[in-house]
């Protein structure tokens, strides 16, 4: 399954995200700093347009549950555009109804390529850790569904961060 790009593009403090293709945990590390990074700066809004997202996974997911928290605890507004009716009932069935306004329009942003972040084992674990423990914040009914993960794949970081710091 070839892996899905994010344009990103800023207008007036709104970040404005557009995913195409399937977007799965391989792009979901670039937009785990988008969000990181909107914790250290102040925005007007989150923006995210699904128009051409065929798929999303539960790593994907949670990321973009990591924004939409951002934005809930900055008070501005956080809308996903244009979701299709199976991607609609995937974020909704894991809970994000709560932090996202579901909206359909034109978003005339075309955006830039989000350069994707380092693919490193670690990386993407942590992602996965970070994504699935957001879906859990979210909705209690999602720690049922990755909590397993959750903890199969905190062993696995506390593992690798483990070996690194032997190491330094």
Same mark, same amino acid.
């Given at each position: ?9 800023? &207008? ?142 905190? &062993? ?13």
């Amino acid at each position: 399954m070839e892996t899905g790009e994010i344009f990103v593009s800023a &207008k007036d403090g709104v970040h404005i995200v557009r995913v195409t293709g399937n977007a799965s945990f391989a792009c979901a590390p670039s937009l785990r700093l988008l969000a990181q990074s909107l914790e250290k700066e102040p925005f007007k809004g989150i923006v995210i347009d699904l128009k051409e997202c065929l798929w999303m996974d539960s790593t994907f997911m949670g990321v973009l549950a990591m924004l939409g928290l951002r934005a809930k605890k900055n008070g501005v507004p956080a809308e996903i555009y244009n979701a299709s009716e199976q991607n609609t009932g995937l974020l909704c069935g894991l809970g994000l109804k709560k932090i996202f306004e579901f909206k359909t329009g034109d978003r005339a942003e075309r955006g830039v390529a989000m350069e994707q972040a380092p693919a490193t084992p670690e990386n993407s674990a942590r992602t996965v850790l970070e994504a699935h423990e957001t879906l859990m914040d979210v909705d209690d009914a999602n720690k049922k569904l990755f909590g397993a993960v959750v903890d199969i794949v905190r &062993k696995d970081v506390n593992r690798m961060e483990g070996e690194n710091k032997k190491l330094d």
